[in-house]
């Protein structure tokens, strides 16, 4: 906002001076000390490393966790940037992918796997089944 004359002269007798913008040789003076100083390190003191991804590859078939989760096979959770991999039932700790199955584990997992595609039962045939009636009256099996 603009100052009147008389607004001036009043600020100068209270013993305030105007703010003034610098010129623009002032400017450009700036900012080459801005850039020197920058250039000789003296700026902002650099922010503390961390430590580092290893650079180690990782195992086949594995990644580093985009969002924390939790393992599908032990229950624990991981945590962002974890390396995980594809386990049973989803994305999981590596040292979860090694425990082996049982063989009742494994014909479980396969008939809950058909049950769950619609594979079993009611997936393979349609009901012979009469609406009021009981089985022993529904029409032959073909």
């Known amino acids: 906002m603009g100052q009147t004359p008389a607004q001036k002269a009043a600020k ?3 013993g305030q001076q105007p703010k ?3 010129g623009k040789a002032q400017r450009e003076a700036i900012k080459r000390a801005q850039a020197a100083k920058k250039k000789a390190g003296g700026g ?3 922010a503390k ?3 580092a991804k290893k ?3 990782l195992p086949r078939g594995s990644l580093r966790a985009a969002y924390p989760g939790t393992c599908p096979a032990c229950f624990k959770d991981y945590a962002k940037g ?6 049973a039932d989803g994305w999981g700790h590596p040292g979860c992918l090694a425990r082996r199955l049982s ?3 494994r014909e479980f997992a396969r008939n809950k796997a058909r049950t769950e595609s619609g594979e079993t039962f009611r997936g393979q045939k349609p009901s012979d089944w009469r609406r009021g009636a009981s089985p022993s009256s529904s029409r032959p099996a073909r």
């Open 20 to 22: 003034k913008r610098p």
């Open 103 to 105: 063989a009742a584990e």
């Open 49 to 51: 490393k961390t430590a």
């Open 12 to 14: 100068a007798a209270r």
């Open 44 to 46: 902002k003191p650099a």
């Open 82 to 87: 974890e390396v995980i991999t594809k386990v």
């Open 55 to 57: 650079t180690v590859p």
